[in-house]
T-cell receptor
Framework: KQEVTQIPAALSVPEGENLVLNCSFT??????LQWFRQDPGKGLTSLLL?????REQTSGRLNASLDKSSGRSTLYIAASQPGDSATYLC??????????FGTGTRLTVIP | DTGVSQNPRHKITKRGQNVTFRCDPI?????LYWYRQTLGQGPEFLTY????????KSRLLSDRFSAERPKGSFSTLEIQRTEQGDSAMYLC???????????FGSGTRLTVV
């Protein structure tokens, strides 16, 4: 069974700092990997989707990388802002119905 | 189309009562998924539909749970004889057939008292 691990579980940084969130997965036979953001008590907002054939995706201040062979992905957030405070979830898709999630990294950006 | 819509946003029910949630996916997405999320955990797969066919159910989906998608559009998730352990956020998602990216709704938070 696919296992997804996210490190660290929580992270607190001062505003303006660049930061990296880590995601690892045990089975490299994935279709794609998706990063989501979740605000407290809310649903999931998709941030970036990386297909298995891709190495990275960028959207604004966000950059996600994928190293399928080593089972790792990183989410880089540049020039963090207080509005970035949320839980960030990594999920890998291994089949038609299987999206496996990590437990998330709770990010706090201090003004 | 404004995305995946879920109703209600919150539901408080007494133990033993039945509850039903609704999900309206993005119209051109033919796959629809239900997930459950408890506090501090990532979402866990419950079931999924391709059009109106329910193709897989997780072992998490006990016989008190039933999901339908009668016309291949909206879906309902019913929980019968609710228990306190059913308290969770129930998330619905649909996937873009072009890239299989998931779009989630805002969820229904169920509290069983």
């Amino acid at each position: 069974k696919q296992e997804v691990t996210q490190i660290p579980a929580a992270l607190s940084v001062p505003e303006g700092e660049n930061l990296v969130l880590n995601c690892s997965f045990t089975d490299s036979a994935i279709y794609n990997l998706q990063w989501f953001r979740q605000d407290p008590g809310k649903g999931l907002t998709s941030l970036l989707l990386i297909q298995s054939s891709q190495r990275e995706q960028t959207s604004g201040r966000l950059n996600a990388s994928l190293d399928k062979s080593s089972g790792r992905s990183t989410l880089y957030i540049a020039a963090s802002q207080p509005g970035d405070s949320a839980t960030y979830l990594c999920a890998v898709r291994t089949g038609a119905n299987n999206l496996f999630f990590g437990t998330g990294t709770r990010l706090t950006v201090i003004p | 189309d404004t995305g995946v819509s879920q109703n209600p946003r919150h539901k408080i029910t007494k133990r033993g009562q039945n509850v039903t949630f609704r999900c309206d996916p993005i119209s051109e997405h033919n796959r629809l998924y239900w997930y459950r999320q408890t506090l501090g955990q990532g979402p866990e797969f419950l079931t999924y539909f391709q059009n109106e066919a329910q193709l897989e159910k997780s072992r998490l989906l006990s016989d008190r749970f039933s999901a339908e998608r009668p016309k291949g559009s909206f879906s309902t998730l019913e929980i019968q004889r609710t228990e306190q352990g059913d308290s969770a956020m129930y998330l619905c998602a649909s996937t873009d057939p072009k890239d299989y990216g998931y779009t989630f709704g805002s969820g229904t938070r169920l509290t069983v008292v």
